[in-house]
């Protein structure tokens, strides 16, 4: 690994926003391909802030910390992976239900499916289920994830489901849901394909099920 992709990795574990924007550019000039620092750099720190997190060696604001500074330099190599045609991981639209305004657990969520590969239409807050089908439709989203942060927004998902179904786009997609009301349970009896109780969990369910999917 080149030694700027190592002081990356730091950074972005960190959460130091100007040494990642820095170091990503340095490399960038010096002809450090952007699939190593985007892999071995990034992704590879976002994979460690999870794990920590899922050993309760850091917590939700870290995590914030980590993926906005992953973030900060994704802006700089977006164009450099295209020019260099990497794979994304998978198109996946993002959104709180319809009547939820909540957005921390779905833009953490959103942040960490990027640092993984995936390709992200964040959809924002107070989704209507016709935006999750147009996304479906018209962006080739592959997988929906869905988030609810109250009880009573809950049944949005299960008629967001619905939609789907009724044009005729459920095979084609998974569905995945989340928040904190949100169990397992409730994902079965919906119909959902996945949960993911917290967000570093859901990029191992997001590959999980673009692996299912078929690719």
């Given at each position: 690994?080149?030694?700027i992709t190592?002081?990356?990795?730091?950074n972005?574990?960190?959460?130091?926003?100007?040494a990642?924007?820095?170091?990503?550019?340095s490399?960038?000039?010096?002809?450090?391909?952007?699939?190593?620092?985007?892999?071995e750099?990034?992704?590879?720190?976002?994979?460690?802030?999870?794990?920590?997190f899922?050993?309760?060696?850091?917590?939700?604001?870290?995590?914030?910390?980590?993926?906005?500074?992953?973030?900060?330099?994704?802006?700089?190599?977006?164009?450099?992976?295209?020019?260099?045609?990497v794979?994304s991981?998978?198109?996946?639209?993002?959104?709180?239900?319809?009547?939820d305004?909540?957005?921390?657990?779905?833009?953490?969520?959103?942040?960490m499916?990027?640092g993984?590969?995936?390709?992200?239409?964040?959809?924002?807050?107070?989704?209507p289920?016709?935006?999750?089908?147009?996304a479906?439709r018209e962006?080739?989203?592959?997988?929906?994830?869905?988030?609810?942060?109250l009880?009573?927004?809950?049944p949005?998902?299960k008629?967001t489901?619905?939609?789907?179904?009724?044009?005729?786009?459920?095979?084609?997609?998974?569905?995945?849901?989340?928040?904190?009301?949100?169990?397992?349970?409730?994902?079965?009896?919906?119909?959902a394909?996945?949960?993911?109780?917290?967000?570093?969990?859901a990029?191992?369910?997001?590959?999980?099920?673009?692996?299912?999917?078929?690719?």
């Open positions: 690994m080149d030694p190592k002081e990356i990795f730091s972005v574990k960190d959460g130091d926003v100007n990642v924007k820095a170091n990503v550019q490399a960038i000039d010096s002809g450090v391909p952007a699939v190593e620092i985007l892999n750099g990034m992704v590879a720190a976002m994979a460690e802030v999870g794990r920590l899922g050993e309760g060696e850091c917590f939700v604001p870290e995590m914030l910390i980590a993926a906005r500074a992953m973030q900060s330099g994704m802006g700089l190599l977006k164009p450099h992976l295209k020019s260099a045609e794979k991981a998978g198109r996946v639209a993002v959104g709180t239900v319809k009547g305004l909540h957005d921390i657990g779905k833009n953490l969520v959103a942040m499916l990027e993984a590969g995936f390709e992200i239409i964040d959809l924002g807050t107070d989704v289920p016709e935006k999750f089908v147009q479906v962006q080739g989203a592959q997988i929906v994830v869905m988030s609810a942060l009880t009573t927004t809950m949005s998902i008629t489901i619905d939609a789907l179904t009724a044009a005729g786009l459920r095979e084609q997609v998974k569905v995945m849901i989340g928040g904190a009301p949100v169990t397992q349970n409730f994902a079965n009896q919906i119909g394909d996945g949960f993911a109780p917290d967000a570093s969990r990029v191992a369910a997001a590959q999980e099920l673009i692996s299912r999917r078929g690719g």
